[in-house]
């Protein structure tokens, strides 16, 4: 297990060594100062958000407390920026949500999500490089540590400043994918690579510089934060590391009343689909309907279910148990069942770390599957796009993990996967 000190400890010692790595490889021109610390890093992410900004943050909260400066380059308001109070953040502009995407993001959002906001970044590259060289400017940014997914800008600025750069994902299969690995991620990155490449030209960044799918030249250095064992085995550039899982020294704990509800539930399942994922009324009603039946039978003592984007109002009003009785979901929804205790935002990490947690129904997301492994918490896996269903099937194939479709959900089905894997699956050492 690589916790942060151990990354840091990585990702510094190919600082140090960046001279002689860009020279030897890549025969260009790194314009590197190495008497003068503090250095200035910018760390840039188009599509933000805590699963893509948290881990990069931990490595920059200890590159800040050797003293360099840190400068985030990203969409939104980092909303936990509280945690790294000495980030300077520079927005990027909006986040854009998976509901600004799609109208009918409820009937048929998938990984062709990813797509949409992919061709988003493309129209957008030209003010998102701008202000990439801005900030590059303003502060004088010696080392760019970026994002490696829709993020061209940041590595292209790089390129054309000379600088460094260290590219960052948690899915290998965006930084180096392989054919004979079955993920649908890859295929929908490249059509707007032409598209990208006559915007650079009107600008006069070099095109070509990226291609999905495969590690740029350009990059010094590509972390990708994943958990050791979890992925298939495939050859890898020289320049290309996995590390991680990159798990944070602390994390927020429980607040009283879920403390209180973990210790008077022993089998408790926990739900949640990550920051920005959401599904149908019809599968949350299932779902939902799932959920109940398994407390009837005794499968589970207790369920912990965290909306984050799942509004109240996308479950139907009623749903009908197999023995017959309707259920109002409103009375669930607002906690007035004794063994469900449902919440905006919950601090999944001590949920997942506490022992009574015995199931995480999760949508797979990195972030999620990282901290899910790193408790020993088997999941049952609902992907909903991006890496998801590459994650999904990596778990199946590690036996810590079965897998549900947003298209056929049923009942049955997700009761009998929570069955198998509450019984047969034990992983949890620690229990
Ligand atoms: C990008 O900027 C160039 C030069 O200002 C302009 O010709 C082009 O239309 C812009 N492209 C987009 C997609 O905004
Ligand atoms: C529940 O059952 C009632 C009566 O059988 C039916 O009218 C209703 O449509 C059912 N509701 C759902 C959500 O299936
Ligand atoms: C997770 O739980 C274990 C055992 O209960 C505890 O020792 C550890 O400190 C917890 N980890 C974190 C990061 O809270």
New binding site residues.
């Given amino acids: 297990m690589i916790k942060k000190n151990q990354t840091l400890l990585l990702l510094t010692l190919f600082l140090l060594n960046f001279v002689n790595i860009s020279t030897a490889t890549q025969n260009r021109n790194v314009d590197i100062d190495r008497s003068s610390i503090p250095k200035n890093i910018l760390i840039g992410s188009f599509s933000g958000g805590r699963s893509h900004l948290k881990p990069m943050l931990d490595i920059a909260a200890i590159l800040i407390e050797r003293g360099y400066n840190i400068v985030l380059l990203t969409t939104g308001k980092y909303e936990s920026s509280s945690e790294y109070p000495s980030v300077k953040q520079v927005s990027l502009g909006p986040q854009i949500t998976l509901r600004d995407l799609k109208e009918d993001v409820h009937k048929e959002f998938d990984h062709k999500g990813l797509a949409k906001l992919v061709e988003i970044s493309v ?1 957008l ?3 998102t490089y701008e202000k990439y060289k801005n900030t590059a400017e303003e502060y004088n940014i010696d080392l760019f540590f970026c994002d490696y997914l829709i993020n061209e800008a940041c590595l292209d600025i790089a390129h054309a400043l000379k600088k460094p750069v260290v590219g960052w994902t948690a899915a290998l299969q965006i930084m180096d994918s392989k054919p004979y690995k079955s993920d649908p991620i890859g295929l929908l990155l490249s059509p707007f690579l032409t598209q990208l490449n006559d ?1 650079r030209k ?2 006069n960044v070099e095109p070509n510089q990226v291609t999905f799918g495969k590690v740029p030249k350009e990059v010094s250095l590509a972390l990708v934060d994943t958990f050791f064992g979890f992925e298939l085995p495939q050859s890898l550039p020289p320049n290309v590391q996995e590390i991680g899982p990159v798990i944070s020294e602390e994390y927020s704990p429980l607040t009283p009343e879920l403390s209180n509800f973990m210790n008077t539930h022993e089998r408790v399942l926990y739900v949640a689909f990550g920051t920005i994922h959401f599904t149908t009324p019809e599968n949350n009603n299932k779902i939902l309907q799932s959920i109940l039946e398994a407390i009837n039978k005794n499968m589970i003592d207790g369920v912990i279910w965290a909306l984050v984007q799942t509004s109240k109002d996308d479950f139907y009003p009623t749903l009908n148990l197999t023995d017959g009785s309707t259920i109002q979901t409103s009375s669930i929804l607002n906690n007035e069942h004794p063994h469900i205790h449902i919440v905006k935002f919950a601090p999944q990490f001590a949920i997942l770390n506490h022992t009574n947690t015995k199931l995480y129904f999760s949508h797979g997301g990195a972030g999620s599957t990282h901290e899910s492994l790193y408790t020993g918490t088997p999941m049952l896996v609902l992907p909903f796009g991006a890496d998801q269903m590459g994650n999904a099937q990596k778990l199946k194939i590690a036996g810590v993990a079965l897998s549900l479709s947003i298209y056929t959900l049923d009942v049955n089905d997700i009761i009998n996967k929570m069955d198998h894997l509450l019984n047969k699956i034990a992983m949890n050492h620690r229990r």
Avoid: R
Wanted: glycine share 0%.
């Fill in positions: 129209k590259y030209n003010q915007i009107q600008i």
